[in-house]
């Protein structure tokens, strides 16, 4: 059985890995279709490494024939078109913000809760999680299986890419600038991102965090199905691609570090590469194009009686983004068997 597919927000960052992943997977696919806004059409994009779509209209295009697709346009733009192709019989998977928290939407990650997928035709829209949340959760799912999780203290250290492209050429440029004396005033960052570090990503909110903050604390107790506190400060950091993140978690009975290592090992999507002595640990520069979710430092945390400490790195614009959604229309298909519309 082979499906049709569109791919909203084709000429974007995660648009094009989406359909770089699509090619790589070989998912069943009969047909692809590339979309963008009205300003884009006509644009070529690639599909593999040797075909090339043409992007059509957005606004101008009926999902009616199609059967999945894959939303990355940004959250307003989704509010308006994923609504539309779900009451045309298509399955979104979008991976912007704006479904998220929506209490009838699930909000999966293949690795964590397939299960939440079970009643995707009530509204036929599935919501693909933050960046940072998604590679987090990948971890925490076989500790939280193991031991209980009570709290889990997280900062982030995300890439520029999860701002969009402006930002990685506002990285480039600027860096450019500096090498000659020249000063570059920010656009797309509310200060300097070359040799700097923002500890501000979104905007803030009343209670002093940050948006982007305040997803990784909502959407992680939904993903996970259990009321986990958790306490989030995401910072960018003039890095291209590959977020970074140190998490302290604080579980309810005790975990030893032998035991966090064998159950990572084993889990579905997790890359143990923790050796530091040896200089074997994770960073983004190792885990670009890569698909795992990479865990370095596992060490006890002395502060608390039961807590685990560990650094989690993974490509932003894979897992974090673009693989996470072509997975879970791999799981539609192979455990709810979603069928195709006929061609």
Partial sequence: MSY??????????????????????????????ALASK?????????GEYKTLTVKALDTYDFAGTDIALFSPGAKVSA???PRAAQAGCVVIDNTSHFRMHPEIPLVVPEVNPDALKDYAKTNIIANPNCSTIQMVVALKPLHDQA???????????SVSGAGKDAMDELYEQTKH???????EPKKFPKRIAFNLIPQIDVFMEDGFTKEEA???????????????????CVRVPVFVGHSESVTVEFEREIEVEDALDVLSDAPGVVVLDRPKDGEYATPVECVGEDGVFISRIRKDPTVKHGLTFWCVSDNLRKGAALNAVQIAETLI??????AKAA
Wanted: aromatic content about 6%.
């Fill in 215 to 233: 997803k990784m604390m909502g959407e992680t107790k939904k993903i996970m199905g259990a009321d986990i506190p958790v306490v989030a400060t």
């Fill in 39 to 47: 300003e884009s059409e006509g644009k070529e994009v690639s599909f």
């Fill in 4 to 33: 049709k597919v569109a791919v909203v927000g084709a000429t974007g960052n995660v648009g094009r890995e989406i359909l770089q992943i699509l090619s790589e997977r070989n998912f069943p696919v009969r047909e692809v279709v």
């Fill in 80 to 82: 308006i078109h994923a």
């Fill in 178 to 184: 500096l090498y000659t004396s020249d000063h570059l």
């Fill in 334 to 339: 192979s455990q709810y068997g979603m069928k």
């Fill in 148 to 158: 209980k999780i009570k709290r889990v203290v997280v900062a982030t250290y995300q």
